[in-house]
């Protein structure tokens, strides 16, 4: 039987009856066609032993692939292969005996408090040509600094979601297909009701809160993508969104937050997971350390 149609049924299947996200969805179908490609294959019938483990190789020797994206691949063939088990099209799932690498612990790359305030100086003050992008554009880095959301739950934002009096942020199906509530801090809601001020007097009325400028729609990813290269062009300092989310973690942390709010805050599902903004904030540690009771 063809891969591709097996692909597109497990494709459906992940999407309708497990629910998972379309940016998930897309790596198995990116992954699986992938590997198809390497191999030459294209019925499930010529999927052996020997092909999967020389795809594996070959992405490790010649492809240079990090311990990351192995780890990565091998477990969405995993899922792939273990689907096509259940449904009776293949007898073995033939990617889960090989053996993954060891995943390198780093960490997570973030900006100073000193670049941070830079970053917001250096959009606050750039010449636009229009006056809306003053406003706009300094409350979207505003929020990623101050809230530490995800790209795609920054441009998923609805005007509804924002709740200026009450001082809080709704992130409307993130990450897992989590909804959680974000306090919002005073500074960051003064800019955000400037920016809505704005946008008011513009007639904006799409659901959205974060807009296009000459559009009524809103703002899309290829425009963050293009906001995020200029500023990082004129202000010098080499980030990207999701840097922005670790900088707030760390920064978050070294102003005396506490592990369990600052899960909760990111949306972690694994408190595990925020753990790690604990080696990479040195100031934080540095406060710790000073709390040895042989400190004279």
């Not at 753990?275 to 350390?289: M, V």
Request: proline share 2%; net charge positive.
């Amino acid at each position: 039987m063809k891969i591709s149609l097996l692909l597109q049924e497990f494709c459906d299947y992940s999407q309708y009856i497990r629910g998972y996200a379309t940016t998930t969805i897309g790596r198995y179908r990116r992954v699986v066609l992938l590997f198809c490609k390497y191999a030459g294959i294209e019925d499930i019938e010529e999927i052996n032993e020997s092909n999967v483990r020389n795809f594996f190789f070959n992405g490790r020797t010649a492809k240079s692939w990090s311990s990351n994206t192995f780890v990565c691949y091998h477990k969405t063939l995993v899922v792939f292969f273990r689907w096509c088990v259940k449904e009776g099209h293949m007898v073995a799932n033939l990617a889960q005996d090989v053996e993954t690498p060891r995943i390198e612990k780093r960490l997570p790359p973030k900006l100073t408090k000193q670049q941070a305030l830079r970053l917001l100086e250096v959009v606050y003050n750039y010449p636009y040509q229009y006056k809306f992008l003053h406003f706009r554009n300094h409350a979207i880095f505003a929020t990623f600094l101050f809230t530490g959301i995800r790209r795609k739950e920054l441009l998923n934002l609805k005007y509804t979601d924002i709740d200026l009096e009450n001082l809080t942020l709704y992130v409307r199906q993130g990450k897992g297909s989590k909804d959680r509530i974000v306090p919002l801090n005073y500074k960051l809601a003064s800019i955000l009701q400037k920016y809505n001020q704005e946008r008011s007097r513009l007639n904006k009325t799409c659901p959205e809160f974060f807009t296009s400028l000459n559009r009524n729609m809103g703002f899309k990813q290829i425009g963050l993508r293009r906001l995020v290269e200029q500023v990082r062009k004129v202000s010098g300092i080499s980030f990207n969104v999701h840097r922005l989310r670790h900088t707030f973690a760390t920064l978050m942390l070294e102003g005396g937050c506490d592990i369990y709010s600052l899960s909760r805050i990111m949306g972690h599902s694994d408190i595990k997971t925020t753990t790690i903004y604990l080696a990479a904030s040195g100031e934080h540690l540095r406060q710790q350390i000073i709390k040895n009771p042989l400190e004279i």
